[in-house]
């Protein structure tokens, strides 16, 4: 028997033993889609640039958290210490007070200010008159385009004795006596949640209301054929269709829950309510550029960095099983 004939490819190139093509290969085609985007890349390499020097340069930073730094020092110069910062931040009571603040406004923040903004979508949706719906929307928008400066001043002159809640509940015989609602650290908690809902909620509303937007509106007509009444449409309907944005909102907001309002502190906190005031970030802000314990201050962050990573983690498998096991991330 004669030799078999060779068999030539008639592709561009053989792949390699494990399937893959020679980098050689890769590196052309790369080139060659590369050039033929230029201008679709040329719009992507200012964001990535900007991201590498002012997102991944500054990571290196985060050694001083190992360190015993101090203003004149640089980052190379200054003395190692190990874990010792951690040591302290383990048996630091003032740092586990602003944890458990932390904890207790993000949690009423999330029982409240997670569900508030889905009813308010729903209820937006649910408007039949085009101009009111328009003005719903803008005076329930406006809040979050206004700084945390001026709303913390609103809300520091109405609840102050003389303010505008103390008249109400002395006109419905609530209270018998003004008094300053924003010096009472027992009400700090509340005060936080409840405006932080009141500036975010309508901004909240967007997502939910984009995705409404796009649902069938046959799936309506067929419920209404079968006798739905509008709350049973918007249980069975409405809901459902928004399961894949609530589940990414609340994925990201669990991620946040040891990322309390930096803004929102600073203006609402004061010497009377600082011991239900203080918030991991503040704490943080006080430790770093009020005292100076640069070290200590980066040592704090990066371990709430890294537990937040955790959540986010956990937050999106626990997610993704509920979703029959279909990540949103």
Not at 96 to 120: C, E, H, Q, R, Y
Not at 178 to 185: A, W
């Amino acid at each position: 028997m004669g030799k078999p004939a060779a068999v030539h490819s008639t592709g561009p190139a053989k792949a390699g033993l494990n399937g893959k093509k020679p980098m050689g290969q890769r590196v052309r085609e790369f080139a060659v889609d590369f050039m033929r985007q230029w201008e679709l890349q040329s719009m992507i390499w200012p964001g990535v640039i900007f991201m590498i020097i002012f997102c991944y340069i500054p990571i290196y930073g985060l050694t001083i958290a190992f360190k015993h730094y101090t203003v004149i020092d640089t980052l190379d110069s200054a003395p190692w210490v190990g874990l010792e910062n951690f040591r302290i931040i383990m048996s630091d009571r003032y740092f586990w007070d602003s944890v458990v603040n932390t904890l207790g406004i993000s949690f009423l923040k999330l029982a409240i200010g997670f569900v508030i903004p889905i009813i308010l979508a729903v209820m937006i949706y649910e408007v039949r008159w085009g101009r009111f719906k328009k003005f719903v929307q803008t005076v329930s928008y406006l809040p979050h385009f206004l700084s945390w400066i001026v709303l913390g001043g609103m809300l520091i002159t109405w609840l102050s004795t003389s303010g505008l809640f103390n008249q109400i509940l002395v006109e419905l015989g609530l209270i018998s006596k003004p008094q300053n609602i924003l010096l009472d650290p027992g009400k700090y908690w509340w005060i936080a949640t409840l405006s932080d809902v009141w500036k975010e909620a309508g901004w909240g509303t967007i997502l939910y209301l984009a995705i409404m937007a796009k649902i069938d509106p046959t799936y309506y007509e067929a419920a209404k054929i079968d006798g739905a009444s509008r709350l049973r449409q918007i249980w069975y309907i409405t809901i459902p269709n928004m399961k894949t944005i609530i589940s990414l909102n609340l994925i990201l907001t669990v991620s946040g829950l040891l990322g309390s309002n930096l803004d929102q502190t600073l203006v609402l906190m004061n010497s009377q309510n600082r011991e239900k005031a203080e918030v991991i970030n503040s704490y943080v802000y006080r430790m770093g550029m009020t005292q100076g314990d640069f070290s200590y201050a980066t040592a704090v962050g990066l371990g709430v960095s890294i537990v937040s990573v955790i959540l986010l983690v956990t937050a999106n498998k626990i997610t993704s099983k509920l979703n029959d096991n279909q990540s949103v991330l």
